[in-house]
Antibody, heavy 117, light 107 residues
Framework: EVQLVESGGGLVQPGGSLRLSCAAS????????MSWVRQAPRKGLECVSV????????DYAHSVKGRFTISRDKSKNTLYLQMNSLRAEDTAVYYC??????????WGQGTLVTVSS | DVQMTQSPSSVSASVGDRVTITCRAS??????LAWYQQKPGKAPKLLIL???SLQSGVPSRFSGSGSGTDFTLTISSLQPEDFATYYC?????????FGQGTKLEIK
């Protein structure tokens, strides 16, 4: 059974940093593209970042470029999102999802990030 | 970036009804379109990819069509568990953008 379990969310002040983790199991993590998708309260979905199976290719939404960094550790089957210079508008539930050509076929349960003073 | 526009934003329907949701891309995306269903407090679920291919395990009452800029999601006979919010997403180019969502409510 495929499982994606996010952790690391919480309350952070504007300008602060947070690192999200996503533990993957039930599929060949090292061969799979992965992504982070967020959803602000009562809003729609935004794909903020993707990473290739090898980890060599990454991409970011304009709204987070230069502030967020996606990475993966194949030895731990874990995906990460390092978020720096956080803003109020980054407040959202962050989901990790497996990406098959941009189709997000498996999702975690999400972790809430709240940016507020 | 490719902008995705869904219509309607919300729709009320009854169990057994046929419902169609439309999605329009701001530029041609061939058949690179996916549809998702999201229920309150839950992660989205992939229903359809490549505009018309049903994801494994998704009931056959769901179908998708279209190419280029105009796409539709059809639910042939609504079931109680289908009341949710539906999103389209283009997978043609990054950033993979989503429509604003269509909330399907019980009449």
């Amino acid at each position: 059974e495929v499982q994606l379990v996010e952790s690391g969310g919480g309350l952070v002040q504007p300008g602060g940093s947070l690192r999200l983790s996503c533990a993957a199991s039930g599929f060949t993590f090292s061969n799979s593209g992965m992504s982070w998708v967020r959803q602000a309260p009562r809003k729609g979905l935004e794909c903020v970042s993707v990473i290739s199976g090898s980890g060599g290719d990454t991409d970011y939404a304009h709204s987070v470029k230069g502030r967020f960094t996606i990475s993966r550790d194949k030895s731990k089957n874990t995906l990460y999102l390092q978020m720096n210079s956080l803003r109020a508008e980054d407040t959202a539930v962050y989901y990790c999802a497996r990406s098959a050509g941009g189709n997000f076929d498996y999702w975690g349960q999400g972790t809430l990030v709240t940016v507020s003073s | 970036d490719v902008q995705m526009t869904q219509s309607p934003s919300s729709v009320s329907a009854s169990v057994g009804d046929r419902v169609t949701i439309t999605c329009r891309a701001s530029q041609g995306i061939s058949s690179w379109l996916a549809w998702y269903q999201q229920k309150p407090g839950k992660a989205p679920k992939l229903l359809i990819l490549a505009a018309s291919s049903l994801q494994s395990g998704v009931p056959s009452r769901f179908s998708g069509s279209g190419s280029g800029t105009d796409f539709t999601l059809t639910i042939s006979s609504l079931q109680p568990e289908d009341f949710a919010t539906y999103y389209c997403q283009q997978t043609n180019s990054f950033p993979y953008t989503f429509g604003q969502g269509t909330k399907l409510e019980i009449k």
